[in-house]
């Protein structure tokens, strides 16, 4: 069933995004600048999970020489349902003053249980289902080291960035083997908004019974041995860039994505469980600022 589809035509379209710009390396005390930090997520793939609830306690960002500074004008504890923030959909977490200059780190400090200390009341990290029950989100080293979201700005004198943090829940919530309870291990990346751009289209003719997941691989990365069954606490696809799940509306959305040529791996799922990879397109340019429509026709494969 798998079949190999070459993009012949692509258009782009206008999308909004704030500006930043760059900074000198010299720069005197009276300079300063600030950072407009968002947070997205790419939906998770798997069906029956209505929420994922994340609180944050803390934010840091990181300097050279291994040295953490605290945003002091970040008042948590702040909790988010990050299922509330796909499609493209943010939210703004707050305007942080920082030094002028380039940095690669941010960390998301998080209230939440450690694995290993037994069932903890009322969570405050958490997953919520269709059914109404809750499951708490065993998070390692969350609230004491953190997690580390990755990429590359800078803060420019006298000025602002606008920078997204995307969580990547499909790869950052997994079942802990066979004993019912999961651990939130998350991916993040960090992207400069005006840098990005996005995939969109809409999916007809989906089989019925389907569903359908479109990953987005850097161009010449995806390799076959990313959909077998993954290894205990890890994910399928572990390489994609981003992804996202067709839904009622028959479209897909792939935010916040460098500029660049990218493959789509388009997926078949039986009641949200990985069943087949249907279809390979190659070569999707993404530019900067821009939204770049690529439709499915699933009768194609």
């Keep these: 069933m798998l079949r190999l589809m070459k993009l012949v035509m692509i258009f782009a379209v206008p999308m909004l995004f704030f500006a930043s710009c760059d900074t000198d390396e010299g720069r005197e005390e009276f300079e300063s600048g600030w950072i407009n930090l968002y947070l997205t997520d790419a939906p998770i793939d798997t069906d029956g999970i209505t929420g994922v609830f994340i609180t944050f306690d803390e934010i840091q960002y990181h300097l ?12 948590g504890p702040v909790k988010v349902n990050l299922m509330d923030y796909t499609h493209g959909a943010s939210t703004l977490l707050g305007y942080f003053d920082m030094l002028p200059g380039t940095y690669t780190q941010i960390r998301f400090m998080l209230e939440a249980p450690e694995r290993g200390q037994g069932p903890p009341v009322n ?13 708490p989100l065993f998070v390692p080293s969350g609230s004491q080291s953190g997690f580390k ?7 420019p004198v006298n000025g602002s960035v606008d920078v997204t943090a995307d969580f990547d829940l499909r790869k950052s919530i997994v079942a802990a083997g066979n004993s019912g309870r999961y651990i939130l291990k998350p991916t993040i990346r960090l992207i400069v908004n005006d840098q990005a751009g996005r995939i969109v ?37 572990p390489n994609a860039i981003n992804s996202d799940m067709v ?35 190659e070569d999707v340019e993404v530019v900067a600022g821009q939204t770049t429509h690529y439709d499915i026709d699933s009768s194609d494969y």
């Design 64 to 75: 050279q020489g291994n040295e953490w500074m605290v945003f002091d004008e970040f008042e």
């Design 123 to 135: 969570p405050e990290c958490y997953l919520e289902f269709e059914d109404g029950t809750t499951e």
């Design 149 to 155: 979201a990755t990429g590359k700005f800078s803060v």
């Design 201 to 237: 289209g809409d999916v007809s003719n989906i089989p019925e019974g389907f569903g359908i997941v479109v990953y987005a691989y850097e161009a010449g990365t995806y390799t076959e041995d990313e959909a077998n069954d993954p290894a205990e606490e890890e994910v399928r696809f």
């Design 247 to 281: 839904c009622d509306n028959d479209m897909y959305h792939i935010d916040y994505l460098a500029k660049g040529i990218y493959d789509l791996i388009v997926t078949l799922t039986i009641e949200g469980e990985f069943s087949e990879v249907a279809a390979i397109i």
